[in-house]
């Protein structure tokens, strides 16, 4: 069974196929799909870095050294 999604830009399916280095266009779309998601956690993570205190930041990061 093939899945297709209409109405997608073949130029930027293409170009997206290039940076992500995928093969199909499926591979293409999940790996975009898990960018986003993954670009989502990483802005929350600075979100919540930014209204910690510098000295608990301080702490953390000498614990994560141990």
Do not use: C, H, K, Y
């Not at 093939?2 to 591979?27: C, F, H, K, Y």
């Not at 975009?32 to 802005?43: C, G, I, M, N, P």
């Amino acid at each position: 069974m093939t899945m297709t999604v209409e109405g997608i830009e073949e130029p930027t399916l293409a170009e997206a196929r290039q940076i992500l280095g995928t093969e199909s266009n499926m591979d293409t779309v999940n790996a975009a799909l898990r960018e986003v998601v993954r670009r989502r956690l990483v802005d929350q993570f600075f979100t919540d870095m930014s209204t910690r205190d510098p000295a608990e930041l301080e702490r953390m990061r000498l614990e994560a050294w141990r």
